[in-house]
Each structure stands twice: as structure tokens, then as C-alpha cells.
């Protein structure tokens, strides 16, 4: 069955369309890590519309831009640069959005618009026309955003544990959320209380040795997990930035994703409490260009949880 449109509305899904799925043997097997020095990067602080944005790069062939979630910063992706032995001899552009890692807070909300923008004035300044893009949860949100408004600066797109249409039919309506992906709607309604705050209670619960109870629904085996996963998980947790990225969604077009022209490969966990396996086939109904993989025993951070499978997924000659 091949969906239709009236109005803008999805009617039909692909009932046909099945993700390839993907079990891999090592968990979790790279810590994560704040040295840029094994791959090459240089840090630098590129001025843009909404303020100052930190990215480590690499100069290189045929350059890759990586993209963090709302609990991540450039640093969450080295366990794939691990796994990828650095991608050899391609560049590479590790963004801190701005609000997240080591990239000031702007003075109001970033929404996706903003953050497209902040991207293509990064990729200016670092002499870049096109790229291929991977994004992780919320940065794979921005990433088919990019695609939408930028086409001509995307060669592909991955996604990788994205935040697509569960999240945002939640983000829309949080009561009806709770039962369709309660992780995701009690998390925003939790830290909209807690703001601020709600940091510096990770940090206490850290202290007393609860912290990986508390990230359990996250990740599939958290207690496999090297510590230096959790205290990223902690430290790159941006209470307003989640909230802001929760409302940016809910306003959002899905629809538009109809027009990218470019070929994305979306890569998602069985066991994601942020998202849900029909997302797939959403996205293959509504992408003009898309191949989907599960990973069995893997939650919200493919990349953390499985870097050579992700790795594996998105190679076959369409992102890396």
C-alpha cells in the first residue's frame, strides 16, 4: 500500500516496507571521550547569527557533519569515530549547537530554523559546499531539516536513534504521550519542573550511585556501560534546550520531509523509549529515498551502545 496525501496528511503506510535488522555482539564497547587528539581535530569558535558555536574539525575529502541529541555534545560521538577508525582521510565537523557542549546559550530558544542556519554559516566559514550529514535524536531531526531547506548542501542524510514522528506526536499532546511514549512525555514534563534544577539532581543522584538506575530506560544495559558514558549523559543534559527542541517540534511539518532529495539511511533501536520502531516505516512512506535498520538491544544511543553496527549501516555506499 503506498501512502496519499489530502491536506498534507499521511493516509497510508507501506505495510509492505520491512527495516533490515541488525544484532550486533558488542555492547557499549568504547568509552566516550573529550580528547580530540586521536582523530585530528582542531577546536575552534566559529562566530554565527545566534552567537558564538564550538566545533572541532578536520580538513579532508568528502567531509561529514555529525550532529549530538539534547543529551550530547560533539564529545558523544567518538565512540562511531572509534569504530570508524576516524573515517580515514574524510573531514570532519563536530558542532556544538548552540545551548549544548562548550557553545553559549543564545538569548532566545534556538528552534530548527535557527539551527539550520547556525550550520550552513558553519560550513561557510570552514569553506565546506556540501556535506554528509548525521544526526542523533534531536541533531537527526535538524539533519532532515537541513535536507528540506539546504538541499544543495546534503550529499545523504543518517539518522541515527531519531527523534521523528512518536516524539513529535507526543510533543503535541502530552496527555495522549504519556501512553504512546511515556519516557519522552514524563521526561519533559519532568524537567519543565525541575529546570534548572534537575541537573544538579542528576549530579546528587551520581553521588549516592543511583545515576544508572535513573538512566536505565535509556539504554539497554546500563550497567554495561563505561562511567564516562553516564557523566556525558549528566553533564551534556540541557534542561531548556530539551524543552525548546520539544516545542520546535511539536510546530513541525512532517510532510516536508517529502521533498528531500537525497538518499537517508535511518538506523533506530528496538528498545528506544524516545522513539518507536513504526517510525520507520513512517519515514520510509514519507522519504522519497530512504533505507531503515533496527538494532536489536539498543536503546536511544545507537551510537554509543552499537557504534560498529551503526557504522556498518550507513556505509553501504550512501553516508560513510
Known amino acids: 500500500m503506498h501512502p496519499h496525501r489530502t491536506g498534507g496528511t ?32 582542531a577546536r575552534s ?42 573515517f580515514g582521510d574524510r573531514g570532519l565537523v563536530l558542532v556544538d549547537l548552540p545551548g549544548w557542549g562548550s557553545s553559549p546559550t543564545p538569548s532566545t530558544p534556538l528552534g530548527v530554523d535557527d539551527a539550520v542556519r547556525v550550520l550552513t554559516e558553519v560550513l561557510d ?6 556535506v554528509d550529514v548525521v544526526g542523533h535524536s534531536m541533531g537527526a531531526f535538524v539533519a532532515l531539516h537541513l535536507g528540506v531547506t539546504a538541499p544543495d548542501r546534503v550529499r545523504s542524510i543518517g539518522l541515527v536513534s531519531g527523534t521523528t514522528f512518536a516524539a513529535v506526536a507526543a510533543a503535541r499532546h502530552p496527555v495522549r504521550g504519556i501512553a504512546t511514549l511515556p519516557a519522552f512525555a514524563l521526561l519533559r514534563a519532568g524537567l519543565a519542573v525541575t529546570r534548572s534544577a534537575a541537573v544538579p539532581m542528576l549530579r546528587a543522584l551520581a553521588g ?17 556501560l563505561d562511567r564516562s558514558v553516564l557523566d556525558a549523559f549528566v553533564e551534556e543534559l540541557r534542561p531548556a534546550g530539551f524543552l525548546g527542541a520539544a516545542a520546535s517540534g511539536a510546530a513541525y511539518d512532517t510532510d516536508r520531509w517529502r521533498t528531500i532529495p537525497v538518499p537517508v539511511t535511518a538506523v533506530a533501536g528496538r528498545d528506544d523509549v524516545f522513539a518507536r520502531v513504526s517510525d520507520l516505516d513512517h519515514l520510509a512512506a514519507v522519504l522519497p529515498d530512504v533505507r531503515t535498520v533496527l538494532l536489536d538491544d539498543c536503546g536511544h544511543f545507537a551510537h554509543v551502545e552499537h557504534p560498529d553496527a551503526v557504522v556498518t549501516a550507513l556505509a553501504p555506499g550512501r553516508t560513510l
Open 10 to 41: 499521511v493516509h497510508g503506510i507501506d505495510e509492505t516496507h520491512r527495516p533490515d535488522v541488525v544484532t550486533s555482539t558488542a555492547y557499549a564497547p568504547f568509552p566516550v571521550t573529550s580528547d580530540p587528539a586521536p582523530w585530528q581535530l
Open 45 to 86: 569558535v566559529v562566530p554565527t547569527s545566534v552567537g558564538p558555536v564550538v566545533v572541532h574539525a578536520r580538513a579532508g575529502v568528502r567531509p561529514l557533519l555529525l550532529l549530538h541529541g539534547v543529551a550530547g555534545s560533539w564529545t558523544t560521538w567518538t565512540p562511531v569515530l572509534r569504530a570508524a577508525h576516524g
Open 125 to 130: 566559514a570552514l569553506g565546506h559546499t556540501a
Open 208 to 224: 549516592v550511585g543511583l545515576l544508572r538506575l535513573m538512566a536505565a530506560p535509556v539504554f539497554t544495559h546500563v550497567g554495561a
